[in-house]
């Protein structure tokens, strides 16, 4: 069975932009969270989506946001892109029947 | 809300010794702890966890952890550690909802193994 699928791997923007990033989780898996991990911190957790609804937000500005699509794939928008939204993003694959939680490589975003 | 501690931001320790990465937490209910390791330009690969039960918890790799519920801690150990468990370790807590436990993480501590 293939991982969490995370894409593109890495890229740049600029501020004030906006970024599309994209994760497929593993399949039967129905649920995906998102997680920004700033570098040298631990990994903070953005959305969760279950069923294509989003079931959980952390605290993070109107500038993020989430979609899930029919396959259970995802992606996470930030929009007027800062400085500080430089970060590894990750993406976690995870199964209702035992928890279990599978997290993808992550897209590493630089904004400069 | 949950907070996780991890006391310690860089461990340094010689190749075959023991170690100890320490983690504490607080939270008003109940809670499952989790140890994730995270190699350099990686995602997170979980190493062990807590759910309940025994509180002494095997994992991957040789590595352990011990919950101690009185003194809210779950440290990671290993009695012989390798070149190839230098990486960054994150333990983490959760609650368990419906629809998947989403988690607190620690900053993490920077296990450097070296020869």
């Known amino acids: 069975d293939a991982g969490v699928t995370q894409s593109p791997t890495h890229l740049i923007k600029t501020r004030g932009q906006q970024v599309t990033l994209r994760c497929s989780p593993i399949s039967g898996h129905k649920s995906v969270s998102w997680y920004q991990q700033v570098l040298g911190q631990g990994p903070q957790f953005i959305f969760q989506?279950?069923?294509?609804?989003?079931?959980g937000r952390g605290n993070f500005p109107d500038r993020f946001s989430a979609r899930q699509f029919p396959n259970y794939s995802s992606e996470l928008n930030v929009n007027a892109l800062l400085l500080g939204d430089s970060a590894l993003y990750l993406c976690a694959s995870i199964s209702t029947l035992n928890y279990g939680y599978t997290f993808g490589s992550g897209t590493r975003l630089t904004v400069v | 809300a949950q907070s996780v501690t991890q006391l310690d931001s860089q461990v340094p320790v010689f190749e075959e010794a023991p170690v100890e990465l320490r983690c504490n937490y607080s939270s008003s209910v109940s809670v499952y702890l989790f140890w994730y390791v995270q190699y350099p330009n990686q995602g997170l690969q979980l190493l062990l966890k807590?759910?309940?039960?025994?509180?002494l918890v095997k994992g991957i790799n040789g590595f352990e952890a011990e919950f101690n519920k009185s003194q809210t801690s779950f440290h990671l150990r290993k009695p012989s550690v390798h070149i190839s468990d230098t990486a960054e370790y994150f333990c983490a807590v959760t609650r368990r909802t419906y629809y998947g436990q989403n988690f607190v993480f620690g900053p993490g501590t920077r296990l450097s193994v070296l020869p």
């Open positions: 807590y759910l309940s039960g025994s509180t």
């Open positions: 989506y279950y069923e294509k609804e989003e079931r």
